[in-house]
Each structure stands twice: as structure tokens, then as C-alpha cells.
């Protein structure tokens, strides 16, 4: 008797696991045939089964199921998203419950390749067809200008595989211009990790990121000088790096920088505006007013060259102004024409460098305002009525009171 009762036993648990493995092979069926509805049905039953559940396979079919309505789902809204999000999910316990090792068993099938081109019948859908379907959504996207549910995609592409340098260079691209620094931060940082990719412009937008967005120029210099290691003869990194120097109040290792960057740069404007500022800082007025000239000479269009070119001769006339006024009044009778003129001289030199600034940027009243005190100054009465007559257009006829 109780040989039978152990057969019987027997018997029931082999037909209700051939039951379940039935209810696997259905979902399977289903899933090509494309009721993927009714796949799904069948999956979660066989999942919830003791013997079946405890199988990666049935959810590596339950992930592949889940991959083939996020594909088929157009629409590409949230709902769309979060069907990607469970696939993902699943596809990771799947890989979990196999041992995690892509080289072999279920873990391989989860990893296997999905080679464009294959017809949608021949698709594997594994876990690089996910990233694929996540990849060309988030494009899909971007091309729709929704931005937003762009890096939502590509973030969920990247997931996949962190040596993806186009996925996480669109996320972070994408995240960087919607202000999502840390996002931006996460994907950039992961192409760092890539060896053969080109990461300079990655450093570039890091170091903006940290020393713009993040006021952090201690951490934004790290990165400058981890960049410099990868590419020291790049002449932005060069210029980033002296510009940071500055903020940190780095003055001698700035001008060491800016030396050893003028060796191999020496017609770079914007450095040698730099060397300039920190001659001036140190009380070499000459020697900054020199570079200041060069950076116009290297770049005549450069705004800042201009402006603090015609701002140091301005200086220098108030000074000779200022001391002939502390003069005694005999001696101030003996030198105030040649120190006047001496003044009006830097005064005229000023002029056609504040012109330039405000060629390039016209709509600037504050140079307007600079050329009409100049001009009056040395008494150009049909310039200094020019610049009155245009800042009364811009600012109204009490223009001087309100600036």
C-alpha cells in the first residue's frame, strides 16, 4: 500500500510539473506568435510555480516578452519607459539566479549579440536587443525635441552596458543642456572609464560642470590636471588650467603656467590677457599693458583684450591726473601742462581700443558712457556729442544719473 500511495505521489508531482512546463512552452508559443498578452499571462503563472519559478529560463522568456511589448509600445511616454524598466529588472534576476557569468549557460543567452539588420521574426531578444529597442526610443525622441524622455531612454540603454560611448554620451549630452548636472556627471564620468575613447571633450564639459555649475574650481582643477596627464598639449586644458589657478588665488603657479603655456601658445589671446592681469595684480602696469596690446595684436576682435587695454591707460592717466593734483600749488604751476598732456596722451591711446570693444559688442552703454567722458575730456566736442546723443537714445536724456 504504501508503494502506491508513493507512486501515486509520484505520478501527481511529474504531471503537475509536465503542467507547468506545459504553461512555459505555451508562453513561448504565444511570445512568437505575438499575443504577447496571453504570453504574459502564461509566464506569470509559471513563474509563480515553486519548480518552474526557481528556473532562469522562464525568466529570461519573461524578460524577453517584456523587451517585445516595450518595442511594440510607440507611444515612447512613461508607460513605455516603465514597461523597459520591468524588462530590465528582469533580465538582471534572470542573470542573478544563472550565476551571473555571461561566458556561459542562461547568462550567455542573456547576452547574447542582436546583429542589426535581422529580421524582426529572427530577433533574439536578449539583453542587447533591450538596449538596442531603449536606444533608438531615446532617438526617436530626441529627434521629437522631448528631451526629457530622450535621456530617460538612453539612460535606460546605458544600463546594459557602461562602456557604451555613444549611449552615455547622449544621455549625458542630453542631461548636461537640461540642466541634470549629476545625471550629466554619471554618464560622462563612466566614459572616463573607456581607454580607446577620446574623452577631451568630456573633460571639457566636466570641468564646466564643476567650476560653473557647481562653483567647485578645487575639484574642477583636479580634472583639469587629470585631463592635462591624457593631453598636455592641448591648448584649452591650458587655458582652463591657468583660469582655475586664478580663482584659487594661485598666483605663482598661475604665472608658471602661463609661461610655460606661452612656450608653445605665444599668440594666444586669451593667455596672454592673463599674463597681463597677473603683471598688473603684482604692480607691473608696463609690463601688463604690454601683453594686454599683444592679445588685441594676436586676436583683434578679442572683447577682453580691448576693453583692458583701453581700461589700464585709462588708469594710467587718472594716476598722473591724481598725483598732479596732490602737487603743492608752485609745483602744480610747473608741471601741469606736461603732466596734463602726458594724462590726455594715454587718454587718445585709450580711445580707438574701447571703439573696437564697442564694435563688437554695440549695444553696450557702459562703452558709450567711457567714450563720451573721454572724448569730452580731451574736448572732441563732435564725438563727445555722438556718444551723448546715442546714450540719450538707449538710456534718456538723464542717461549720466542712472549709471
Avoid at 47 to 72: H, V
Avoid at 134 to 141: L, Q, S, T
Avoid at 351 to 360: D, G, H, M, N, Q
Avoid at 372 to 377: E, G, L, N, Q, T
Amino acid at each position: 500500500m504504501k508503494k502506491l500511495i508513493l507512486s501515486m505521489a509520484l505520478i501527481g508531482a511529474t504531471t503537475l510539473a509536465f503542467a507547468q512546463k506545459k504553461v512555459v512552452r505555451s508562453a513561448e508559443k504565444n511570445f512568437k506568435s505575438g499575443d504577447l498578452a496571453a504570453a504574459m499571462t502564461d509566464v506569470e503563472a509559471a513563474s509563480n510555480d515553486p519548480e518552474t519559478g526557481s528556473d532562469p529560463t522562464t525568466y529570461l522568456l519573461k524578460a524577453q516578452i517584456e523587451t517585445k511589448m516595450f518595442g511594440s509600445d510607440s507611444s515612447n511616454t512613461e508607460s513605455t519607459l516603465k514597461i523597459g524598466e520591468a524588462a530590465l529588472a528582469t533580465f538582471m534576476k534572470a542573470f542573478e539566479m544563472s550565476g551571473s557569468n555571461k561566458s556561459e549557460g542562461v547568462g550567455k543567452d542573456i547576452y547574447a549579440d542582436d546583429l542589426p539588420g535581422v529580421p524582426e521574426n529572427l530577433r533574439p531578444y536578449t539583453i542587447n536587443t533591450f538596449k538596442n529597442v531603449a536606444f533608438d526610443k531615446g532617438g526617436e525622441r530626441y529627434n521629437e525635441d522631448d528631451k526629457e524622455m530622450a535621456y530617460q531612454f538612453f539612460d535606460l540603454a546605458g544600463q546594459v552596458d557602461l562602456s557604451d560611448t555613444t549611449i552615455h554620451y547622449n544621455a549625458g549630452f542630453i542631461a548636461n543642456d537640461l540642466g541634470m548636472f549629476d545625471e550629466a556627471k554619471k554618464h560622462f564620468e563612466y566614459l572616463l572609464e573607456v581607454p580607446e575613447y577620446n574623452k577631451l571633450t568630456v573633460y571639457y564639459l566636466l570641468v564646466q560642470i564643476l567650476s560653473g555649475e557647481e562653483q567647485n574650481p578645487e575639484a574642477s582643477y583636479d580634472m583639469v590636471m587629470a585631463a592635462r596627464e591624457e593631453y598636455p598639449e592641448d591648448k584649452i586644458l591650458a587655458e582652463y588650467e591657468i583660469q582655475l589657478l586664478l580663482q584659487l588665488n594661485k598666483m605663482d603657479e598661475a604665472m608658471a603656467s602661463i609661461q610655460e603655456a606661452l612656450k608653445n601658445d605665444p599668440n594666444n589671446a586669451g593667455i596672454l590677457l592673463r599674463s597681463g592681469y597677473l603683471k598688473e595684480q603684482s604692480g607691473d602696469i608696463d609690463g601688463a599693458l604690454e601683453d594686454y596690446k599683444k592679445s588685441v595684436v594676436a586676436d583683434p576682435t578679442f572683447y577682453d583684450g580691448n576693453y583692458y587695454t583701453g581700461a589700464l591707460l585709462l588708469e594710467k592717466s587718472r594716476e598722473i591726473l591724481a598725483e598732479l593734483n596732490s602737487l603743492s600749488d608752485d609745483q602744480w604751476e610747473a608741471r601741469s601742462k606736461s603732466m596734463g598732456e602726458e594724462a590726455n596722451l594715454h587718454y587718445q591711446e585709450a580711445v580707438p581700443y574701447f571703439e573696437k570693444a564697442l564694435e563688437i559688442r554695440p549695444d553696450n552703454t557702459d562703452l558709450m558712457a567711457i567714450l563720451f567722458r573721454v572724448h569730452a575730456r580731451l574736448k572732441n566736442d563732435a564725438e563727445a556729442d555722438k556718444y551723448n546723443k546715442m546714450l540719450i537714445e538707449l538710456k534718456g536724456a538723464n542717461w549720466q544719473e542712472n549709471m
